[in-house]
């Protein structure tokens, strides 16, 4: 009882900031709930650090996060979401080789040691923290070493979150364009759907399907880095399938399975991919709460100018494929 008792006061104030913004983004649709959650969030974040909102907000920011993605899916119809995942995969292989090409080149041009170097190409082409959780023990990167690449993603999530939306709207990107853009092109999942939903509904649905199969990709990338490394280093391969699964996945399949044979009704779907939009919120919030850019800024400029390098190379190759392939 005691230990949920430490998760209330962050749940409760992402949760309030949550509302707000949803009221906002009703008022402002042009800018969207998820903008002004973590807007808000890091306004708030500005007066201080509070230890006692630390595992609220971690919980917020990551399972409330897992579970809008779940409910999400009771808007999903399957065929669509089997449909728009394969017809990414065209985009999704050259935006991921231009991600590890990027990073590699960049890594001898800065001489960043490879660890860093891997772990920050990885979170750009993947899925951002999570993708560096998995592949961190593969590669037997430190602590400075995941710190240093998740703060570097991290940083670009939030910037995507605001100019995603932003260059969207000014280069007039059809919804399907810019939901394949933010999903294959953004790091982190929650900020893919900040940006996704922040544009328009139906962005924000093929921004999800899309996002959700790039991270299915964490499975081979780190079966091959252990691959790799066990060569190299003449050790054993050090891959766990459990924890490079995404196992919330799962869940959003389920979700739109159910949604997709009627099991389900379609007033108790609509509620509940409502309460998933709303947790994207506050999930968002609790990232703003957590997010100081002070912090961001200080691990040096190499990583910060590879991870701006990698993420530019990702988003614009996205976009040139999808231009070839009239997709925008």
């Known amino acids: 009882m005691n230990k949920w008792k430490n998760f209330v006061p962050g749940l409760f104030l992402s949760i309030a900031i949550a509302a707000l913004a949803w009221f906002c983004g009703r008022r402002l649709p042009v800018v969207g709930a998820p903008v002004f959650g973590i807007l808000f969030g890091m306004l708030v974040a500005l007066c201080g650090s509070f230890p006692v909102l630390k595992e609220g907000t971690r919980f917020a920011s990551k399972r409330l996060l897992q579970l809008s993605v779940i409910l999400l899916g009771f808007e999903m119809n399957m065929r669509n979401v089997l449909a728009v995942g394969s017809e990414s995969l065209m985009v999704m292989a050259f935006t991921l080789t231009a991600a590890f090409l990027s990073a590699w080149a960049m890594q001898r041009v800065l001489r ?131 924890k490079a699964f995404p196992w919330f996945v799962l869940g959003f399949v389920a979700a739109s399975l159910l949604h997709t044979a009627g099991i389900v009704s379609p007033d108790i779907s609509r509620a509940l991919t409502l309460s998933g939009k709303f947790l994207i919120v506050a999930a968002m919030a609790a990232i703003g709460l957590n997010t100081h850019l002070g912090k961001l800024l200080a691990n040096g400029l190499k990583p910060i100018l590879m991870g701006l390098v990698c993420w530019i190379s990702l988003a614009a190759t996205s976009l040139i494929v999808q231009h070839f392939l009239r997709l925008l």
């Open 112 to 242: 960043l040691d490879s660890v860093t170097a891997t772990l920050i190409g990885v979170g750009t082409a993947i899925c951002g923290g999570s993708a560096i959780a998995a592949t961190a023990p593969v590669i037997d990167a430190k602590d400075k070493d995941i710190a240093h690449s998740i703060s570097t993603i991290f940083l670009f999530n939030i910037v995507a979150v605001f100019a995603f939306p932003a260059f969207g709207h000014l280069l007039q990107m059809s919804d399907q364009g810019f939901g394949i853009w933010a999903g294959t092109a953004v790091n982190d999942t929650s900020s893919v759907l900040a940006a996704g939903y922040a544009y328009s509904d139906a962005a924000g649905k093929l921004a999800t399907i899309v996002k959700l199969t790039r991270t299915l990709m964490i499975i081979p990338i780190t079966f091959g880095l252990s691959l790799y490394v066990a060569r190299t280093r003449k050790g054993t391969a050090n891959f766990s399938l459990a």
